[in-house]
């Protein structure tokens, strides 16, 4: 069974940073482009970043320069941060696969940012 579980959210001030972890299991991030996506109060959810399978990152324009997406294959991890936080990034943040699957979907972690 695919699960991907995220954490490091939480409530940071605006300027701040965090760092968001995607674990996954039943599969290999490896073999597959992954990415992150959030999803702000009232919105649909949106894609940020993504890494290819070769590692060739691609990051939205709404937060280039900002956030960086990494992964480490031996712990199956991907990586997401974020630095220069805005009231704008506040949401739910999940991963999944670049062409996502309604299945792999978490629980996501939410981001709060706010003075």
């Known amino acids: 069974q695919v699960q991907f579980v995220e954490s490091g959210g939480g409530l940071v001030q605006p300027g701040g940073s965090l760092r968001l972890s995607c674990a996954g299991s039943g599969t290999s991030i490896r073999f597959y482009a992954m990415a992150w996506y959030r999803q702000a109060p009232g919105k649909q959810r949106e894609s940020v970043a993504s890494i290819s399978s070769s590692g060739d990152t691609f990051i939205a324009d709404a937060v280039k320069g900002r956030f960086t997406i990494s992964r480490d294959i031996v712990k199956n991890t991907v990586y997401l941060q974020m630095n220069s936080l805005k009231p704008a990034d506040t949401g739910v943040y999940y991963c999944?696969?670049?062409?996502?699957?309604?299945?792999?979907w978490g629980q996501g972690a939410q981001v709060t940012v706010s003075s």
């Open positions: 999944n696969r670049d062409r996502p699957v309604r299945e792999y």
